[in-house]
């Protein structure tokens, strides 16, 4: 674990102080500095300071995927468990998405379960593929938390859903003696050597992902790989297609259920940041167009010849 991920600084609603997640920060997190406060508002902080905040969640915790306007939707359910990441890849949507850069976690577990829980319950016909990654890294802080002890042995007592936990990290070691009974996905995002090195901060390298696949793979774990954002480049072929080689030499094909695929797209907002925050990085000067959903994407050929390879590749 890489404690530069994980910030000392932990302020907590004193409405959660018993809460589960607080014992085990405790028990796990040793460096921790808790500091107690009635409520967290964003905005009335050092937002600049690296820190956790721990709140009592108001919202909902389980909804549909937001989709992207005027373009075909997965019908992807996200478990809502808590808010930024500390890994700092350069093209992260959520540095747009979120005004604070804290990493906020929601204590309010029993709640979550239950909403859950109705959910999948009420509707016995429907089948969910419901996933904790879309607005945070699935395992980013779980070597602290434990979220995943309480999460995947959760699923695994219901036949008409999926979890998945996505992560570019390496902390999967609570995985190994859970009980999950097939109904937890770990997913890796992947991308070339380069692309890595140079754009995904603090991720872990290739090798260390699919050495962790192969890993959970052995403790019965079905494996997904997102290859998204793809960034165009010249020799992105040659990158792309050693990774690819590299998925299926590390893991068994039939233990694979989906491999997704998205080539770099931005909000026009997140130009700014990137050149502020990372100056070095030239992703964002590509050739690009506008899209339906006022997103920059690459011109449509640029895509059509990433996606029409990559498959051709996989298929192979």
């Not at 905005?43 to 549909?64: C, M, N, Q, T, Y």
């Not at 808010?83 to 309010?108: K, M, P």
């Not at 509707?123 to 070597?143: C, H, K, M, V, Y």
Request: with cysteine; hydrophobic share 40%; charged share 25%.
């Amino acid at each position: 674990m890489n404690p530069k991920l994980i910030p000392r600084d932990i302020f907590v609603e004193k409405s959660v102080i018993d809460q589960p997640i607080i014992h085990n920060i405790r028990k796990n997190h040793a460096e921790c500095r808790l500091h107690f406060v009635d409520h967290i508002i964003p905005g009335e902080s050092d937002e600049d300071r690296p820190a956790i905040e721990v709140i009592d969640f108001k919202g909902k915790f389980l909804k549909p995927c937001p989709g992207t306007r005027n373009y075909i939707c997965c019908g992807y359910q996200i478990l809502h468990f808590g808010e930024q990441c500390s890994i700092g890849c350069t093209y992260c949507i959520l540095q747009a998405y979120f005004s604070s850069t804290r990493l906020r976690l929601f204590a309010n577990w029993d709640r979550m379960l239950n909403e859950t829980k109705s959910v999948l319950k009420n509707n016995p016909q429907r089948f969910f593929r419901i996933g904790t990654g879309e607005f945070t890294d699935s395992l980013l802080l779980d070597p602290i938390t434990e979220f995943s002890t309480l999460i995947v042995p959760f699923f695994a007592l219901f036949p008409n859903c999926v979890l998945e936990l996505k992560t570019k990290t390496d902390h999967i070691e609570l995985l190994k003696e859970l009980d999950h009974r097939g109904r937890t996905i770990v997913a890796w995002s992947l991308n070339s050597n380069r692309v890595i090195f140079r754009e995904e901060g603090l991720a872990v390298p290739l090798s260390r992902r699919l050495e962790c696949a192969k890993r959970c793979m052995e403790w019965g774990y079905r494996l997904a790989f997102h290859f998204d954002p793809m960034i165009y480049y010249e020799g992105w072929e040659v990158d792309y297609r050693e990774v690819i080689d590299l998925v299926f030499s590390n893991t068994d094909p039939d233990k694979i259920v989906w491999i997704s695929l998205g080539c770099f797209r931005f909000m026009p907002a997140l130009k700014n940041i990137i050149e502020e925050k990372y100056p070095g990085s030239d992703i964002i000067y590509g050739e690009f167009i506008q899209g339906l959903d006022g997103k920059m994407r690459y011109f449509k050929d640029i895509r059509i010849e990433m996606y029409s390879k990559m498959v051709e590749w996989i298929r192979e």
